[in-house]
């Protein structure tokens, strides 16, 4: 089996006398596969009612034969003109009731019966006609679901009966949500109505928001039913935005086959940016894509040049597209498609620059992805069907995510952020971590990082605390167990459920700027929030050196054969990362000390071992480890235990 290595085509943008050209460059470059037709709405149905698909049918026969398979797309993202025109209930409204200009693209209404019918239409008719196609392998769903939020009349409606359905008796609704407060009692679910305002109730918001994915969801759903039926054998994807929250991914992956990633790593960077930085980010982005459904997944657009709309950024620098594309692989790529095949000479992304430039002449970066082709197809054919080693997870929660974009806490709190010094403390560290949801099977890992539980129900709590009395290492932190799943306050000490298993009270906190704290000697820095952390049976590890704040920061505490750390504050990063290694430490997960600049990937196979290094950095890295007894994949060489990596190369050594 060959790994899927391509780009993004769109024949609709090119007179047809060139798409021949372009077939004989992708199979020249070791190309097998691209994505089609997401934006061609109204090429392929000009007229309401009336199809045509012969343009792409010709297009994807001539792609066939130059042995490039095809993977087609949805084109619902983009309305054409006479829908928007015709139907003026499909497009979405904002809060004032204005509705989405056109010229934009993804201004539909999700809940809108019309657009609902038209995209059933569209998507029937493009199953049907290229059923049975040997070119067509299969389906990516739209393109980047996200919204726009909307707040027409129909999704006013939909919402009432969306709460209806979840709260049966308005007297239990008005309950939950505690709307005697400011007088917002409802006598019935017909008053109810989209929160407007940014001051609404939490409860309401959350419920909003939650109702928002449900609808985008259920849209993508209808597609991927409609081409199940058709067409049995084709596999179905959409293509994430790594650690977007507008919808719950968890929730669209149970949809799909497999996930698709949309990866820019170099998106709107200047020249000046950390560039180690920017590998972290992706490492973290790529890491949760895999946890979506624990399984490998595709990059349906990568980077292939500067990037942007009306401005651009950095581009890439000769070798990177190789040692990026190598990162997407260590971390659980099975397929690669950049975007896009040839830069647009029109429209909104003419300057989003492909592997070919406006002119269409093969450069550098097209040589470079050429080049690059059969190291993927070698590497790919060693560890098809490997597996990464992790021993550590990443516990989050898009309703916890939602939640704090109402109620931030504190003037610069971001939940993605406070999770960032954890990540990079392993990360530098060479422990790869599976990024984990609420219910998830936590006993195939030593430890759960669990950052700012804010909804905490009892029945997340109870599989926390059994976790760790079954012998896991559970970190959690301030503003944990804060709400109930209706995104009201617990009547409870913090940390609410986990009080017992924490071994603390949290009975006062506060927003801070910076504040010092002692750990185990050592003076740190916290920030953001802080709370005034109370032992009743915890052992404290650190305390604020604030004045008149006489308070623990860190606690740990054994609990049944396992232990939970507790973290009142948001560490600064050399905190983060000595309180991590002293947790892998106790609980014997393997770290690396690597130079500076290096990431470490460990995937495992039967009997063999796979190290990816990648050097980031500008100067050659003299790797050593006992471990290192193999051959380097890339360059076919011997490593006995110590391996020099060039600036910003790349090694895969099979043990």
């Given at each position: 089996m060959k790994m899927h290595i391509g780009a993004d085509y769109y024949p609709e943008h090119w007179p047809r006398e060139r798409w021949a050209t372009d077939a004989k460059l992708m199979k020249e470059a070791g190309f097998n596969v691209t994505r089609v037709a997401e934006f061609a709405w109204s090429k392929l149905e000009p007229v309401e009612g009336t199809f045509d698909f012969s343009w792409l049918e010709d297009a994807i026969k001539l792609l066939g034969e130059h042995g490039v398979q095809v993977l087609l797309c949805t084109p619902t993202p983009t309305q054409p003109k006479w829908l928007y025109d015709n139907y003026p209930e499909t497009v979405a409204q904002d809060e004032q009731g204005h509705m989405h200009h056109f010229g934009n693209r993804q201004n539909n209404c999700f809940t809108s019966p019309k657009y609902r019918e038209l995209s059933r239409k569209i998507t029937t008719a493009m199953a049907e006609h290229f059923k049975g196609n040997p070119n067509v392998i299969g389906w990516q769903l739209d393109n980047e679901l996200s919204g726009p939020f909307c707040f027409?009349?129909?999704?006013?409606?939909?919402?009432?009966?969306?709460?209806?359905?979840?709260?049966?008796?308005?007297?239990?609704?008005?309950?939950?949500?505690?709307?005697?407060?400011w007088s917002h009692t409802y006598a019935s679910f017909d008053e109810l109505h989209l929160p407007r305002n940014k001051h609404s109730s939490p409860s309401i918001y959350l419920e909003w928001r939650r109702f928002h994915s449900r609808q985008i969801i259920s849209f993508a759903t209808e597609q991927a039913e409609i081409i199940r039926k058709i067409?049995?054998?084709?596999?179905?994807?959409?293509?994430?935005?790594?650690?977007?929250?507008?919808?719950?991914y968890f929730k669209l992956g149970e949809v799909l086959d497999f996930i698709s990633e949309d990866y820019y790593y170099n998106f709107g960077a200047s020249n000046n940016d950390n560039r180690f930085d920017a590998y972290l980010f992706g490492a973290q982005r790529l890491d949760f894509i895999r946890g979506i459904k624990h399984k490998p997944f595709w990059i349906m657009e990568n980077s292939a040049g500067s990037l942007g709309w009306e401005t651009y950024g950095r581009n890439l620098r000769p070798g990177e597209i190789r040692r990026m594309t190598?990162?997407?692989?260590?971390?659980?790529?099975?397929?690669?498609?950049?975007?896009?095949?040839?830069?647009?000479?029109?429209?909104?992304?003419?300057?989003?620059?492909?592997?070919?430039?406006?002119?269409?002449?093969?450069?550098?970066?097209?040589?470079?992805?050429?080049?690059?082709?059969?190291?993927?197809?070698?590497?790919?054919?060693?560890?098809?069907?490997?597996?990464?080693r992790t021993e550590v997870a990443i516990l989050t929660d898009f309703e916890d995510r939602w939640a704090f974009e109402q109620q931030?806490?504190?003037?610069?709190?971001?939940?993605?952020?406070?999770?960032?010094?954890?990540?990079?403390?392993?990360?530098?560290?060479?422990?790869?971590?599976?990024?984990?949801?609420?219910?998830?099977?936590?006993?195939?890992?030593?430890?759960?990082?669990?950052?700012?539980?804010?909804?905490?129900?009892?029945?997340?709590?109870?599989?926390?605390?059994?976790?760790?009395?079954?012998?896991?290492?559970?970190?959690?932190?301030?503003?944990?167990?804060?709400?109930?799943?209706?995104?009201?306050?617990?009547?409870?000490?913090?940390?609410?459920?986990?009080?017992?298993?924490?071994?603390?009270?949290?009975?006062?906190?506060?927003?801070?700027?910076?504040?010092s704290v002692n750990y185990k000697g050592k003076t740190y820095k916290v920030n953001t929030l802080a709370d005034w952390v109370i032992p009743e049976t915890a052992e404290v590890l650190a305390k604020y050196k604030e004045p008149g704040v006489d308070f623990a920061a860190i606690t740990s505490h054994?609990?049944?054969?396992?232990?939970?750390?507790?973290?009142?504050?948001?560490?600064?990063?050399?905190?983060?990362?000595?309180?991590?290694?002293?947790?892998?430490?106790?609980?014997?997960?393997?770290?690396?000390?690597?130079?500076?600049?290096?990431?470490?990937?460990?995937?495992?196979?039967?009997?063999?071992?796979?190290?990816?290094?990648?050097?980031?950095?500008?100067?050659?890295?003299?790797?050593?480890?006992?471990?290192?007894?193999?051959?380097?994949?890339?360059?076919?060489?011997?490593?006995?235990?110590?391996?020099?990596?060039?600036?910003?190369?790349?090694?895969?050594?099979?043990?």
């Amino acid at each position: 089996m060959k790994m899927h290595i391509g780009a993004d085509y769109y024949p609709e943008h090119w007179p047809r006398e060139r798409w021949a050209t372009d077939a004989k460059l992708m199979k020249e470059a070791g190309f097998n596969v691209t994505r089609v037709a997401e934006f061609a709405w109204s090429k392929l149905e000009p007229v309401e009612g009336t199809f045509d698909f012969s343009w792409l049918e010709d297009a994807i026969k001539l792609l066939g034969e130059h042995g490039v398979q095809v993977l087609l797309c949805t084109p619902t993202p983009t309305q054409p003109k006479w829908l928007y025109d015709n139907y003026p209930e499909t497009v979405a409204q904002d809060e004032q009731g204005h509705m989405h200009h056109f010229g934009n693209r993804q201004n539909n209404c999700f809940t809108s019966p019309k657009y609902r019918e038209l995209s059933r239409k569209i998507t029937t008719a493009m199953a049907e006609h290229f059923k049975g196609n040997p070119n067509v392998i299969g389906w990516q769903l739209d393109n980047e679901l996200s919204g726009p939020f909307c707040f027409c009349m129909a999704c006013e409606k939909e919402f009432k009966a969306f709460l209806k359905e979840q709260y049966k008796s308005i007297n239990d609704l008005n309950a939950a949500w505690g709307t005697n407060f400011w007088s917002h009692t409802y006598a019935s679910f017909d008053e109810l109505h989209l929160p407007r305002n940014k001051h609404s109730s939490p409860s309401i918001y959350l419920e909003w928001r939650r109702f928002h994915s449900r609808q985008i969801i259920s849209f993508a759903t209808e597609q991927a039913e409609i081409i199940r039926k058709i067409n049995p054998k084709h596999f179905i994807t959409h293509n994430f935005m790594g650690l977007y929250d507008g919808l719950n991914y968890f929730k669209l992956g149970e949809v799909l086959d497999f996930i698709s990633e949309d990866y820019y790593y170099n998106f709107g960077a200047s020249n000046n940016d950390n560039r180690f930085d920017a590998y972290l980010f992706g490492a973290q982005r790529l890491d949760f894509i895999r946890g979506i459904k624990h399984k490998p997944f595709w990059i349906m657009e990568n980077s292939a040049g500067s990037l942007g709309w009306e401005t651009y950024g950095r581009n890439l620098r000769p070798g990177e597209i190789r040692r990026m594309t190598i990162q997407n692989m260590a971390r659980g790529a099975v397929g690669q498609v950049w975007f896009r095949w040839r830069t647009s000479r029109y429209g909104t992304e003419q300057y989003w620059h492909g592997i070919l430039d406006h002119s269409g002449i093969p450069g550098r970066r097209y040589n470079e992805a050429k080049d690059l082709t059969p190291l993927m197809q070698k590497i790919f054919a060693k560890i098809d069907g490997s597996k990464i080693r992790t021993e550590v997870a990443i516990l989050t929660d898009f309703e916890d995510r939602w939640a704090f974009e109402q109620q931030p806490n504190a003037e610069g709190f971001s939940y993605t952020k406070a999770l960032e010094p954890y990540y990079r403390a392993l990360y530098k560290n060479g422990v790869s971590v599976d990024f984990v949801k609420p219910g998830d099977c936590l006993e195939k890992y030593k430890i759960v990082l669990a950052p700012h539980k804010y909804i905490l129900t009892k029945e997340y709590a109870d599989a926390f605390t059994q976790f760790v009395k079954n012998g896991g290492t559970l970190l959690t932190t301030c503003r944990t167990g804060v709400k109930d799943a209706s995104n009201a306050v617990h009547e409870m000490p913090l940390p609410g459920f986990l009080r017992e298993a924490a071994g603390i009270r949290v009975e006062e906190y506060e927003a801070i700027g910076n504040y010092s704290v002692n750990y185990k000697g050592k003076t740190y820095k916290v920030n953001t929030l802080a709370d005034w952390v109370i032992p009743e049976t915890a052992e404290v590890l650190a305390k604020y050196k604030e004045p008149g704040v006489d308070f623990a920061a860190i606690t740990s505490h054994s609990h049944g054969k396992g232990k939970l750390w507790y973290v009142g504050s948001i560490p600064e990063d050399k905190l983060a990362e000595r309180i991590v290694l002293d947790m892998v430490a106790e609980t014997n997960v393997q770290t690396y000390d690597l130079p500076e600049n290096v990431e470490l990937v460990i995937h495992e196979k039967d009997n063999a071992s796979f190290y990816f290094l990648l050097n980031h950095g500008d100067e050659a890295q003299e790797i050593k480890m006992c471990a290192l007894n193999g051959t380097d994949i890339v360059t076919d060489k011997a490593v006995n235990g110590k391996i020099t990596i060039p600036a910003n190369d790349v090694a895969v050594v099979q043990i």
